[in-house]
């Protein structure tokens, strides 16, 4: 039987494929779930025929597994759109999740806590931070900085949505200063005055 660190291949193959799967679901993105799928479906597939198919065609076997759970986890993956969002790039980087909302999990301070993110995938728990002052659970949050890794600077979504209609107040008010102005420097229209005709009562 053909051995890698001193097991059996078949059994690197599956290890190696549940790792993957496990990194998945810490890290959604499609970034190692086929090839985790893949390789745990030909470990075990090699653990199951290692007795019946002979210990020098055996790699070869495996490596057809491979390639061919591969190609249909890569299928199944792109037709159900599990991740959802199908014709959009599935993986994201972090600076994506600025403007994100979520939804605070645990108290976050400027030393720590945790929200839940939209559209987080499997995973979409992350460690967040505030500059300053303190969201309390449940409250609405938008991501101000996505920062690196699993760590995110939130703002709540309140103080975000008035600055927001702040800045349309003062447009608003801008503009109907405006109008008023122009209304005040238009010239008055000429009143054209009808001209009095006499009736002949007979």
């Known amino acids: 039987m053909v051995e890698v660190f001193g097991q059996s291949l078949s059994l690197v193959l599956a290890i190696a494929g549940a790792a993957l799967v496990v990194a998945e679901a810490l ?5 190692f779930i086929v090839l ?8 075990l597939l090699g653990l199951a025929l290692g007795s019946v198919v002979p210990a020098t065609v ?7 597994a491979v390639l061919g ?15 959802g969002g199908k014709g959009t790039d ?19 301070s400027p030393t720590g806590g945790e929200v839940k993110l939209e559209g987080g995938g499997f995973n979409p728990y992350f460690r967040a931070r505030t500059v300053d002052g303190e969201i309390p659970e449940g409250k609405e949050v938008m991501v101000t900085d996505p920062g690196g890794g699993n760590l ?28 008023r ?18 009736t002949d009562l007979g």
């Open 27 to 31: 890290a959604p993105g499609a970034h």
């Open 152 to 179: 995110v600077t939130v703002e709540s979504l309140s103080i975000v949505e008035d600055d927001i209609d702040r800045k349309l107040d003062r447009g608003r008010e801008r503009e109907q200063k405006r109008k």
């Open 69 to 83: 759970v591969g190609a249909a986890t890569f299928y199944v993956y792109r037709e159900f759109d599990f991740y």
């Open 58 to 64: 055996l790699p070869l076997v495996l490596a057809g």
């Open 181 to 198: 102005e122009r209304a005040a420097d238009a010239p008055e229209p000429d009143r054209e005055t009808r001209p009095e005709t006499e």
């Open 90 to 108: 599935q993986t994201r980087d972090s600076t994506s999740l600025r403007g994100t909302t979520g939804r605070v999990t645990e108290d976050v």
């Open 36 to 43: 985790g799928v893949a390789l745990l479906l030909a470990g």
